[in-house]
């Protein structure tokens, strides 16, 4: 009797950009270091799978992995948690006694430290127009032009 095949279980895991969550307006507003950094933690969660809320992940690190500075690395951080992908959960700190980084959640998943169920606050960001002043062709000051 001839045994089944039985293909390997994959040694490793995959990230997963869902097509609903890269067509939110959200998504489609991040710049390329961003929607990198998400892939990272998106990673560093697939890795372990029960991990989501303690995602560690410091600034240096992520500087590192995507040869930019620290000072991008931080804006596009700042990014994703004001459009709503990621949510700090305990801040990083440095010094020489105590070392630790920066745990991340993925809002798009269930939180496994408090056990809540999954945000999604990125499908309700709107992208903010700004607003002109009422002294729009003159100055700042409020003086009209001279024509």
């Not at 600034?59 to 500075?69: F, M, Q, T």
């Not at 700190?93 to 920066?102: G, P, Q, T, Y």
């Not at 939180?111 to 992208?127: A, E, I, Q, S, Y």
Request: aromatic share 10%; with cysteine; glycine share 6%.
């Amino acid at each position: 009797m001839a045994k089944k095949y039985r293909p390997p279980e994959p040694s490793h895991k995959y990230v997963m950009l869902r097509g609903w969550m890269t067509n939110t307006e959200a998504w489609r507003d991040l710049d390329c270091i961003a929607r990198c950094i998400y892939i990272e933690l998106s990673s560093r969660y697939a890795g372990r799978g029960t991990n989501n809320g303690r995602i560690p992940c410091s600034l240096r690190e992520i500087a590192a992995k995507l040869h930019c500075s620290k000072q991008t690395a931080m804006r596009a951080l700042d990014r994703l948690q004001d459009h709503g992908f990621i949510v700090r959960m305990k801040r990083g700190n440095f010094n020489f006694k105590l070392r630790h980084a920066a745990e991340w959640r993925l809002t798009e998943f269930v939180c496994d430290v408090t056990g809540d169920l999954p945000t999604k606050d990125f499908t309700r960001w709107k992208k903010q127009t700004p607003v002109p002043s009422e002294n729009s062709p003159g100055f700042r000051d409020g003086t009209a032009r001279v024509s």
